[in-house]
């Protein structure tokens, strides 16, 4: 899956590299989460454009998105089957712009975060599913969530399943829905081939989503990992008072 990921290439790098039409300036982001307002890139009146959405597909048929699971990712192998995407898929496909995310690894009990990456250092283009879902009083929100697959042999040692990144060359394939053909982006929905991406241990500071700086990104020293991983201080037991020896008056005190 993905739930957190980081956003920090200059916004000129990211615009020449996705070929938007807007000049957004946005600063560096290193803890995005879930429901906040993210970048995203559509095909619109055949140019490409720059949008922020809010991170957590709401369905058009929803009636109140209080009651509605939160949708942050959306699963390659049942995305044409399901009802809150299979519309997304024939018709609204994005890319969202990133230089990494976050996974958590389950280590007896205990949850270590890593920093994932591309090994060569390149941006990355998530394969995302947008929808508007249009309130009663005539309210308008536009949503986005990330299409996910099962990770390849190395990235399956942190978790089972990965964003879909899409390659620069197979942008305007994704996103063009004109043709309301599926079939032909499916086998694009895919995890990173083995070795595309590097990852290391971070500080469990980026738990906290209101944490946002570039510290949460470095890796951890030995020291700090043994720091981290040391098994928490016993408890002492509450010393007992000595006891007293009844002199027969009655009370002790």
């Known amino acids: ?29 290193y803890n995005v989460a879930p429901t906040q307002p993210i970048p995203v890139v559509i095909l619109d009146n055949g140019g490409r454009h720059f949008q922020l959405m809010r991170w957590g597909l709401i369905p058009s048929w929803v009636k109140d998105p209080r009651t509605f699971s939160l949708l942050i990712n959306a699963r390659s ?36 975060p890593f920093f994932i990456h591309r090994r060569d250092g390149h941006p990355i283009a998530f394969a995302a599913l947008t929808e ?9 929100q536009d949503t986005v969530a990330i299409v996910t697959a099962p990770a390849s042999r190395d990235l399956a040692s942190l978790h089972p399943r990965v964003p879909v990144t899409i390659a620069p060359d197979a942008f305007e394939r994704w996103l063009d829905c004109r043709a309301n053909d599926v079939d032909a982006v499916m086998p694009m929905l895919k995890g990173p081939e083995i070795g595309e991406f590097a990852w290391h241990r971070v500080t469990t500071r980026v738990n906290g989503f209101a944490n946002d700086d570039a510290q949460l990104t470095l890796p951890m020293t030995a020291d700090e990992i043994a720091a981290e991983d040391a098994p928490p201080p016993k408890k002492q037991a509450p010393r007992k008072a000595p006891a007293r020896e009844d002199d027969g008056q009655g009370s002790l005190f």
């Open 1 to 29: 899956m993905c739930g957190r990921f980081v956003i920090t290439s200059p916004p000129a790098a990211l615009r020449q590299i996705f070929g938007y039409i807007e000049q957004p300036n946005f600063p560096p982001r």
């Open 132 to 140: 508007t879902w249009m309130g009663p009083n005539g309210e308008e």
């Open 77 to 112: 192998e049942t995305v044409r089957e399901k009802p809150a995407f299979k519309n997304a898929l024939l018709r609204r496909r994005a890319l969202i712009p990133a230089d990494g995310y976050y996974e958590w690894q389950d280590a007896g009990g205990r949850k270590r």
